[in-house]
């Protein structure tokens, strides 16, 4: 590879062939200390710290709260920066402003400017996208950034920001090879994101993990509040692209028909969590309050205001295709049981997992009634379709492999009717070729 790289194509090769990348090498890319991201924004004069930040962990929803908060504040007209991941088809999805990508000039110029630099300090794939993200928020000059975790909290690249308010969705089981074994060693590792006197909002109550968060947060002297103590959301109606919530705040109906186009029986969890985080963060007098005619005129058009893709996304209605990046036990009991509720004459459903994590419990939660179309991600960490169907077939999920999503995904759409139902999932990859 040349000192100068040319075009964008060249700057993603250099990015996913020269630098770990978790998305597609798994454990191995996963740096065990924040020296190098450190490294990188110090040469960068820290643009981390140039602008409010908002920071967000949680096994579960944090990419939808994420996403609200940024959809609200973009509403009331605050220039609002959003850093994700992992991205489905565009490696830009992983930055946005105000829901538009960075620009692959962008992208490139700031790999050709710093390339030196990163050739000697040797990041991953996410320290050096973490990286590009916080100085193009600094350069931009966002009046506030949303930033998402990767892995866990504690080691995450992220975790070098020193954020005006800490939120963590939820806690359950996934990637245990990096963050432990049992939900509290979890927890330990996404509370490592709570700072100094910054307040921190839990997004779901959970008995078994609670303390660990409560205990962290004394440590730190930062005030805690879990969200579904503070709030409740209650549904109303649900459409096909929309839910319709009453939001309570002990007793007291506060937001009554606040509608939103997202769905799934999950998503009363990432509304309390937003609103409590909203409230914290309109007590922090950074900027004018967020106000109730942001959230009613936000909510409804989120996915076009922030650009969001890839969780509950309609990919048609005769027959319906829902696509969902649900990849773990918790996220993907809740959106297969919203999946059984939908009226159907038959389920049929393109899946596709990881070969790097224990699957046993994933497979389990798949229904037995519907017909299987099993595929292979493109990327190494796939799990041969072959393999797949032979361990799902043990648990009685019947059906064919494929050579490619785009095959599987073909077949069911060849093989369902217009009353039928076709789910794509299993993970976040296959997913991604077909959004």
Known sequence: MPDTILNYEQTLEYLYAQLPMYQRQGVAAFKKDLKN?????????????????????????KGTVAHMLACVLQTRG???????????KDFRERIK???????????????????????????????????????????????????????????????????????????????QQMLGDTLPEIALEKAGIIKEKTPVVIGEYQKEVANVFEETAMEKKAPIEFGDKAYKAILKKRTESHSEYDIYRGYILCYPSVKINLLGSHMDKNVT?????LEDLNSLNLFKMVREYDIRNGLPNLR????????????????????????????????????????????????????????????????????????????????????????ASKLDLQGNTYESVADAFEAAKSAATARDMIFVGGSTFVVAEVV
């Open 273 to 277: 969590t937003f609103f409590k985080a």
């Open 97 to 175: 402003i105000n829901g538009e990508y960075i620009s692959e000039d962008d992208v490139v110029n700031f790999v050709n400017s710093h390339k030196a630099d990163i050739d000697k300090i040797e990041p991953s794939f996410f320290e050096i996208t973490v990286a590009m993200a916080f100085d193009y928020f600094a350069k931009e000059e966002v009046d506030i950034a949303i930033i998402e975790t990767g892995l866990g909290g504690r080691l995450d690249s992220t975790n070098i920001i020193n954020p005006d308010l800490c939120v963590i969705t939820n806690i359950s089981y996934d990637h």
């Open 78 to 88: 605050y220039k609002t920066a959003l850093y994700t991941s992992p991205h489905y």
């Open 37 to 61: 991201i450190k490294a990188i924004c110090e040469l960068l004069d820290n643009p981390q710290d140039r602008y409010p930040t908002i920071h967000i962990a949680g096994t579960n929803g």
């Open 304 to 391: 076009e205001i922030t650009n969001y893709v890839g969780r509950w996304e309609v990919l048609g209605k005769s027959p319906l295709i829902i696509a969902d990046s649900a990849h773990n036990e918790s996220g993907l009991r809740v959106t297969l049981g919203d999946i059984q509720i939908i009226k159907k004459k038959h389920l049929h459903i393109v899946i596709g997992m990881v070969n790097d994590k224990d699957i046993s419990k994933l497979i389990a939660c798949f229904p037995t009634d519907a017909t299987y179309y099993f595929c292979k991600a493109d990327i190494p960490r796939g799990m041969p379709a072959e393999e797949l169907l032979e361990r």
